[in-house]
Structures are given as C-alpha cells and as structure tokens.
C-alpha cells in the first residue's frame, strides 16, 4: 500500500487567483494521477503525472488551466490557475503499484483537497 | 471504452439490515473491476476487487460482491450494515493488463438509519 499525503487539505481562494496542491507519497512510485471531484459528483481524471516527462492531460482540461510538476518519485504539485467558481472541487492525487508489485494495479488515494472559489 | 452505472444514487437502509449496491458495466475488452469507499471529508479507499478467478470476492468491513459476466455486474452486498458503513461507495472499471485508465461510477451514497 502508499501513504500519501495533500496539503492543503482545504481552501478558500478568491476568483483570478492560483492555487498549488502538493502530494507527497510515502514510497516511489511511477505513476500519479490528479483527479477533480465535483460536489455530488464522480472522479475525473485530470491528469497522469509520470516522472522525468511531461504529463498527460484528459480530454476537457489543459496545460495551462492545470499545470503539473513531477520532480521526483514521490512528490507532485498541481496548479489551479486563474480559478473562478467552477473550479470549486475536490482535488484528488492517487498513486499506483508503488512497489511494482503487480501489472493490474490498484489505485491509491490522497485525502483529498476540498477548494472553494469565491 | 468503459462505462460504469451505478443506477442507486441515495440507498437508505436500517443498521443490522442487509444492503445491495447495485453496478454495472460495459466494456468491449476483458476488465478487473472495484469498489471503493469514500467517508466523508475522506479519500477514497479499496474495499474490493475482482481481478480474475472465484467470482465472489470478499473485502474489508464484511463487504463482498459477486462478479456476472453475462449480466456485467458487480454489485456489492453486506449482510448486516452498521452506522459506521454510511458512506459513498464507489464501483470501478479498468480493462486488464498493464496500465490502463480507471473508469468511476457516479457513486451510491449509503444512509445507515439507526
């Protein structure tokens, strides 16, 4: 299993203004994921976040609205830039496989970072 | 592609009472399937999954669920449900081998009524 935590755990911003999540995991790990949870809603993934590459975005999100560091292997920072009331969520990271243990691998997750836009 | 329906948004049901959680999927390719829990102000967390053979898999918690292949259905059962069950519980879909992504139902949120 991975222990993994966010910070912050929770928000209030103002609109116009960036918030940076960080993740951090308690083992290496290859892959990362950023997921957004709408209120009364399902995950979305945003994001897979790989070390020494770029990461990938999902279709609907972007680059510049989310952008995504992966320094290490147990570290990784989302970005939500220019926020407005829609950005109102909870921000999940979730690792998998973090000891390469097996190729079906589980996911798991962050407490979550619950973000209110004014 | 895969798609998860989980067709119970709300199930109300009284502690020590048996409760099903009802998910369905589709997928044109072989797939493992989970349940996850989410309590609230929390992450989400495994309860189960099915990856291949015994069609019923027990989890944590006294949770188990059965794998129908000709249904597409994963539904998730507990025989006697406490207070500490209410939660959002959450069915998932990935095709099998390697990387793949993971497909989320909209989650079925469980009321334990003392």
């Known amino acids: 299993s991975a222990v993994i935590s966010q910070k912050p755990s929770r928000d209030i911003c103002q609109r116009g203004t960036s918030l940076t999540i960080q993740c951090q995991v308690d083992?290496?790990?290859?892959?990362m994921f950023w997921y957004r949870q709408q209120p009364g809603q399902s995950l979305t993934l945003i994001a897979t976040?790989?070390?020494?590459?770029?990461?990938?975005?999902e279709s609907g999100f972007v680059i510049d609205k989310f952008p995504i560091s992966r320094p290490n292997l147990t570290f990784s920072t989302l970005t939500v830039s220019n926020m407005s009331p829609e950005d109102s969520s909870i921000y999940l990271c979730s690792v998998e496989d973090p000891q390469g243990l097996s190729s079906y691998n589980e996911q798991f997750f962050g407490p979550g970072t619950r973000l209110t836009v004014l | 592609a895969q798609s998860v329906t989980q067709l119970d948004s709300q199930v109300p049901v009284f502690e020590e009472a048996p409760v099903e959680l009802r998910c369905n999927y589709s997928?044109?390719?072989?797939?493992?399937l989970f349940w996850y829990v989410q309590y609230p102000n929390q992450g989400l967390q495994l309860l189960l999954k099915y990856l291949s053979g015994s069609t019923l898999v027990k989890g944590i918690n006294g949770f188990e669920a059965e794998f129908n292949k000709s249904q597409t259905s994963f539904h998730l059962r507990k025989p006697s449900v406490h207070i500490s069950d209410t939660a959002e519980y959450f069915c998932?879909?990935?095709?099998?081998?390697?990387?793949?992504?993971?497909?989320f139902g909209t989650g079925t949120k469980l009321q334990v009524i003392p």
């Open positions: 976040a790989n070390q020494g590459s770029e990461a990938t975005y």
């Open positions: 083992s290496q790990v290859t892959m």
């Open positions: 997928s044109s390719v072989s797939v493992y």
């Open positions: 998932a879909v990935r095709p099998s081998g390697g990387y793949q992504k993971v497909t």
